[in-house]
């Protein structure tokens, strides 16, 4: 059973800092984008980053591009989101998505393109 579990969210003031981890399992992700989405009630889910398979490749949206790091671990079958300088507008259910994927491009980002999905963990950065 495929299996991407996110952890990390948690309470933190503006200015702050948290780390994401997402943990997959259940097949091999070898050729794999891994990204990392946000949702907030009421609206659609966003695209936050994309990295990959190699890791040397990444997209950012411009709202987190300079603040946001993401990273991937193939060895711990881990990718993470490292977040700066949170905001509060940066609130949300952040998910952790898989698609595979030939080409690199900002497609990439299409959040209807996910193979596989986690359940979210919730970030709550407070003013």
């Known amino acids: 059973q495929v299996q991407l579990v996110e952890s990390g969210g948690g309470l933190v003031q503006a200015g702050g800092s948290l780390r994401l981890s997402c943990a997959t399992s259940?097949?091999?992700?070898?050729?794999?984008?891994m990204g990392w989405f946000r949702q907030t009630p009421g609206k659609e889910r966003e695209f936050v980053a994309v990295?990959?398979?190699?890791?040397?490749?990444?997209l950012y949206a411009d709202s987190v591009k300079g603040r946001f790091i993401i990273s991937r671990d193939n060895a711990k079958n881990t990718v993470y989101l490292q977040m700066n300088s949170l905001k509060p507008e940066d609130t949300a259910v952040y998910y952790c998505?898989?698609?595979?994927?030939?080409?690199?491009?900002?497609?990439?980002?299409?959040?209807?393109?996910?193979?596989?999905w986690g359940k979210g963990t919730l970030v709550t950065v407070s003013s």
């Open positions: 990295i990959s398979w190699s890791g040397g490749r990444t």
């Open positions: 998505g898989a698609r595979r994927f030939t080409y690199w491009g900002t497609y990439l980002g299409d959040v209807k393109g996910m193979d596989y």
């Open positions: 259940g097949r091999s992700f070898s050729g794999y984008a």
